[in-house]
């Protein structure tokens, strides 16, 4: 089982901080959840911990793999779903899947039907990419990350472009997930969401940390009215 510590991450561009120094730890099966509008930070964020963007300073490990000195070995324990689609459009949607898993060491093309069927899109496998709704190619998105059962899930606002019935999928998929001790870091502006799966809940303004909670068992009313309270400002 692993743990996520991150050590003073920053990222700068310029004379432009679009990251404040922010640290945090979490363990196995845990969940950390980043709310905020547009230029909070979350993006840049979950960009570094997926080892897309290098950080101005600090540092990333995932226990003993340091993000910084052995990036390729770090990224054999990830799955990432950006909050864009990159696939090629012409293409079909286990043609996708099965070239995801064909370039993770811990995944195998034999995985596609499971992930096909655990994401609703068994019927669509023969479909091109450009033919799907936003809603599908989202939930193409997610099932492309769950390839090879990740020990580090990183998720960039997976819920946009869902419905309220996939919402729910999406939040009963992941609690699944945890509970085989996978760490989820994920961005939502969606506080319903962020109440659900969060372990820990960062609230981030402008590349800044401006208040965080932690979840226990006697502080689910608070969690409610703090993610109340940031949901009218």
């Known amino acids: 089982m692993m743990t996520l510590k991150v050590e003073h991450i920053s990222k700068s561009y310029k004379h432009n901080e679009a990251l404040s120094p922010f640290s945090f730890e979490t363990g196995p099966g845990q969940c950390v959840v980043l709310c905020g509008g547009n230029g909070a930070g979350k993006s840049t964020m979950i960009q570094i911990l997926a080892g897309l963007s290098t950080p101005?300073?600090?540092n990333v490990m995932l226990d003993d793999i340091n993000l910084g000195q052995a990036r390729e070995h770090y990224v054999e324990h990830i799955g990432y779903m950006p909050d864009s689609f990159p696939a090629q459009p012409f293409i079909s949607v286990q043609e996708m899947l099965a070239f995801y898993a064909s370039y993770r060491p811990s995944a195998s093309k034999d995985q596609v039907p499971a992930i096909l069927e655990?994401?609703?899109l068994m019927e669509k496998k023969d479909e091109i990419i450009k033919r799907l709704s936003k809603g599908m190619r989202q939930r193409l998105l997610f099932g492309q990350a769950l390839l090879g059962s990740p020990r580090l899930l990183l998720m960039d606002e997976p819920t946009n472009g869902l419905d309220p019935y996939w919402i729910n999928e999406f939040v009963r998929i992941v609690k699944e997930v945890q509970q085989t001790g996978t760490i989820v870091v994920l961005s939502t502006h969606m506080m319903d969401v962020a109440a659900d799966l969060g372990d820990t809940i960062y609230f981030m303004k402008?590349?800044?940390?401006?208040?965080?909670?932690k979840r226990s068992e006697d502080n689910e009313r608070t969690t409610l009215q703090l993610l109340d309270l940031h949901r009218n400002a």
């Open 56 to 58: 101005t300073t600090g």
């Open 118 to 120: 655990r994401i609703g």
């Open 206 to 213: 402008e590349g800044k940390v401006v208040q965080d909670f």
